[in-house]
T-cell receptor, first 110, second 115 residues
Framework: EDKVVQSPLSLVVHEGDTVTLNCSYE??????LLWYKQEKKAPTFLFMLTSSGIEKKSGRLSSILDKKELFSILNITATQTGDSAVYLC??????????FGAGTRLTVKP | EPEVTQTPSHQVTQMGQEVILRCVPI?????FYWYRQILGQKVEFLVSFYNNEISEKSEIFDDQFSVERPDGSNFTLKIRSTKLEDSAMYFC?????????????FGPGTRLTVT
């Protein structure tokens, strides 16, 4: 059965800390892996990864995919309280089917 | 900045009633999706829609569910006979504009409460 597993499920850090969120997957017909940030309501897109070993960066956030070991990490450096959210990993399979992980709830304390 | 919109923001209905959730995807997008998120649980894929037909659906999307793009702008999800377990936040998403596949933009969601 296809699955997307995120770890840890929750994480509490202090401002300025660096965090690494993990996403492992087992899916048939993998096409891409996406990271989303979900605050109060709808997820917002962060990154899409299709190739192994190529880091994507946006400000303090970065992500990389390992298609051999079937995982991705999302790094956030110099965390701020505004980074507090649930971070969702999703894997797109062939034919427009997306599977989400359960999410990692990140809390950044001042 | 263009955005996906959804109406209503909150719908309360009685078990067995039909509901229609409405979405207006971003205008130049080509792929449309419905997801649901039961309170405290993960986001679950329901269905994807492209070129006026369903391209993929999950096991959740049974005969009680249907989708439609009745005109050039709206994308609807109909639940024929609601059950208590249909209570969830329903998100619409779209992508495929300007060659940017898979960067899905989500609407704000409709909270469906079935009593």
């Amino acid at each position: 059965e296809d699955k997307v597993v995120q770890s840890p499920l929750s994480l509490v850090v202090h401002e300025g800390d660096t965090v690494t969120l993990n996403c492992s997957y087992e899916v048939t017909n993998f096409r891409s892996l996406l990271w989303y940030k979900q605050e109060k309501k709808a997820p917002t897109f962060l990154f899409m990864l299709t190739s192994s070993g190529i880091e994507k960066k946006s400000g303090r956030l970065s992500s990389i995919l390992d298609k051999k070991e079937l995982f991705s990490i999302l790094n956030i450096t110099a965390t701020q309280t505004g980074d507090s959210a649930v971070y969702l990993c999703a894997v797109e399979r062939g034919n427009n089917d997306m599977r989400f992980g359960a999410g990692t709830r990140l809390t950044v304390k001042p | 900045e263009p955005e996906v919109t959804q109406t209503p923001s909150h719908q309360v209905t009685q078990m067995g009633q039909e509901v229609i959730l409405r979405c207006v995807p971003i205008s130049n997008h080509l792929y449309f999706y419905w997801y649901r998120q039961i309170l405290g649980q993960k986001v679950e894929f329901l269905v994807s829609f492209y070129n006026n037909e369903i391209s993929e659906k999950s096991e959740i999307f049974d005969d009680q569910f249907s989708v439609e793009r009745p005109d050039g702008s709206n994308f609807t999800l109909k639940i024929r006979s609601t059950k208590l377990e249909d209570s969830a936040m329903y998100f619409c998403a779209s992508d495929g504009g300007s060659g940017k596949r898979y960067e899905q933009y989500f609407g704000p969601g409709t909270r469906l409460t079935v009593t």
